[in-house]
């Protein structure tokens, strides 16, 4: 965290804050809360206008609040706490170094927004950005396989200018940059802007005993700017991956929320995984099929009230399913995929 402040560990000097202790914020951050009689031990930094300014900005996005203390040494030194005392001790039960590492990706990005954005934009952002830190770190560990295209890497690709013109619950992501040619020289610098989103899962239940599948059918924002007619869309339940959970247990969990249906990990069948606009947006999906029982009587209306969800479940025969596919009424990419990949797949999966 010191780097995005723009300080070296080995710069600072050993250092006891008295009558405070150190709890866990939701996310899991470190806080300081006043507490008489216990001390905490740290480190002294001095920090530039630039590095000052951005813990200000880091600190007021996560509710704590500036004040000067002195140090066991004799020191002043300026702290962030907060009031509250009902947090738990820090490092919570759930601390681990791959939450560290989500932790500073998404501090890094605040820390950069932080210089063109007010608070505002940073705590709406905030949520976004764990989970688009999540699926950096998802992306990272991924086998980049390369039997056909070029077995070339990052490395790669030489950034000249970062830009983050646009930031709220999504973000814009716009970069200067140069590339590795098929000729092996490096492209002139280019400009590439691009949507910033995390990762998701869509899931079509499929009750492979009666042959029928479940959709869902919302209102949705990408057709109406289109500018078509019925802006209302057929789709499998879809969802982001949350920043500390796994693809499989967002597959549930928005199975759960958009339709009530309580489906099983283990009966949840890998469709495959898939940039759906790579040249434009950061967004990854994980694609299932999932094996359950879809009785007379399973559809009705849901969703999250908090997310202003309006979410019209259906469950139809298979027949009718591909029915919507091949006439166009059903439009929805993923749902498209899935359908092709169910068709190919139905005999295995009512058979097994």
């Known amino acids: 965290m010191l780097a995005l402040l723009g300080v070296q560990e080995s710069s600072g000097r050993a250092a006891d804050l008295p009558d405070h202790r150190l709890c866990a914020r939701p996310a899991g951050l470190p806080v300081l809360v006043p507490a008489a009689g216990e001390g905490v031990a740290g480190a002294l930094y001095r920090l530039d206008a630039d590095g000052a300014a951005r813990l200000a900005a880091l600190q007021a996005l996560f509710g704590a609040e500036p004040v000067g203390c002195a140090l066991d040494s004799g020191d002043m ?7 509250a005392q009902d947090l738990p001790g820090w490092p919570d039960r759930d601390w681990s170094e791959a939450r560290a590492d989500l932790l500073f990706l998404a501090c890094a990005e605040m820390a950069v927004l932080c210089e063109t954005h007010p608070v505002a934009a940073l705590d709406a952002r905030w949520p976004m950005a764990l989970s688009h830190a999540a699926s950096i770190l998802r992306g990272r560990a991924e086998v980049a396989r390369a039997t056909l295209r070029r077995d070339w890497t990052r490395e790669d690709v030489m950034l000249e200018r970062l830009h983050q013109p646009y930031a709220w619950y999504f973000g814009v992501r716009e970069d200067d940059l140069r590339f590795r040619r098929f000729d092996d020289s490096l492209s ?73 249906l309580t489906l099983e ?25 999932a094996l359950c029982d879809l009785p007379d009587g399973s559809e009705g209306v849901s969703g999250l009230e908090t997310e202003a969800e309006d979410i019209r479940s259906h469950v139809i025969s298979f027949n009718r399913l591909m029915e919507l596919v091949t006439s166009g009424e059903a439009q929805n990419g993923p749902l498209v995929l899935t359908a092709w990949w169910l068709a190919a797949h139905r005999d295995g999966l009512r058979a097994g």
Do not use: C
């Not at 995984?273 to 990854?284: F, K």
């Open 265 to 289: 990990a283990d009966r949840l069948v890998a469709v495959g995984n898939a940039y759906p606009s790579p040249g434009a947006i950061t967004e990854y999906l994980y694609h299932y099929v």
């Open 77 to 83: 030194a300026t702290v962030y706490r907060t009031g």
């Open 188 to 260: 002139d610098v280019v400009k590439r802007a691009g949507f910033v989103m995390s990762d998701a899962v869509t899931v079509l239940p499929y009750d492979p005993k009666r042959d029928r599948v479940m959709l869902v059918e919302q209102f949705r924002y990408g057709p109406w700017l289109r500018g078509v007619r019925n802006p209302w869309s057929l789709e499998p339940i879809a969802g982001r991956v949350d920043p500390f959970e796994t693809p499989e247990l967002a597959a549930l969990r928005e199975a759960q929320e958009e339709t009530g």
